[in-house]
């Protein structure tokens, strides 16, 4: 399985995003994919995961939606409402070998840069 993550960008305080994730090779629908984000000199820390139901970390929760399209072949992350602190590299995920919101995935994508200016 392959993943590439792209989408990211320059926007200011309260714009918006959008992050797609491509992903090709053989992928199972019912396993879960997500999204994480890493920035400079912190862990690597969940965002949003899609399995059975949307899950959404608390920092982002009622401001980013996690979704995929129909042919389940590319994840996307919208971004609302951004705010300098969710300035960070975004990954996109598949298949978790633990709890979702653990960065023990098994496929990551390569990163896309998000920066958000106050």
């Known amino acids: 399985v392959q993943l590439q993550a792209y989408g990211g960008g320059l926007v200011q305080a309260g714009g918006s995003l959008r992050l797609s994730c491509a992903a090709s090779?053989?992928?199972?629908?019912?396993?879960?994919v997500g999204w994480f984000r890493q920035a400079p000199g912190k862990e690597r820390e969940f965002v949003a995961a899609?399995?059975?139901?949307?899950y959404y970390a608390d920092s982002v929760k009622g401001r980013f939606t996690i979704s995929r399209d129909n042919a389940r072949t590319t994840l996307y992350l919208q971004m609302n409402n951004l705010k300098a602190e969710d300035t960070a590299v975004y990954y996109c995920?598949?298949?978790?070998?633990?709890?979702?919101?653990?960065?023990?995935?098994?496929?990551w994508g390569q990163g896309t840069q998000v920066t958000v200016s106050s």
């Open positions: 899609l399995r059975w139901g949307p």
């Open positions: 090779g053989r992928t199972r629908s019912r396993n879960a």
């Open positions: 995920a598949a298949n978790p070998t633990s709890d979702y919101r653990d960065p023990g995935y098994l496929y």
